[in-house]
């Protein structure tokens, strides 16, 4: 199971571009977070649901490299990774999950 400390840097400024997530978690938020928790992952629930959000405004845009890098950065394994991003994508925008990379989906 991994736990993070701290966010890095590269996370930090991937998500800031994109609305702060509410303070408590609805449906949708619960199943991203139930997802994610299901690979291992586990952090403050906000920064969880921020950076799932965000993955939504950079889906088939270099502007996903940062999050999808500051995660691998942060110990997790690639697989996590993607069933990261994917959770985001089938979570908060599923209309773009055919514009995920083919080793993310």
């Given at each position: 199971?991994?736990?993070w400390?701290s966010?890095?840097?590269?996370?930090?400024?991937?998500i800031a571009v994109?609305?702060?997530?509410?303070?408590?978690?609805?449906?949708?938020?619960?199943?991203?977070?139930?997802?994610?928790a299901?690979?291992g992952?586990?952090?403050?629930p906000?920064?969880?649901?921020?950076?799932?959000?965000s993955?939504?405004?950079?889906?088939?845009?270099?502007?996903?490299?940062?999050?999808?890098?500051?995660?691998?950065?942060?110990?997790?394994a690639?697989?996590?990774?993607s069933?990261?991003?994917?959770?985001?994508?089938?979570t908060?925008?599923?209309?773009?999950?055919s514009?995920?990379?083919?080793?993310?989906?």
């Open positions: 199971m991994m736990r400390r966010w890095p840097v590269a996370v930090g400024a991937a994109c609305s702060a997530a509410p303070a408590h978690a609805d449906g949708q938020d619960d199943q991203f977070l139930a997802a994610v299901a690979q992952i586990h952090a403050d906000v920064v969880l649901m921020t950076a799932g959000r993955i939504c405004n950079g889906v088939g845009t270099p502007a996903a490299l940062p999050v999808f890098y500051g995660l691998q950065m942060q110990g997790l690639p697989p996590q990774v069933n990261f991003l994917m959770a985001g994508v089938r908060y925008c599923p209309d773009k999950a514009l995920l990379p083919p080793f993310v989906r």
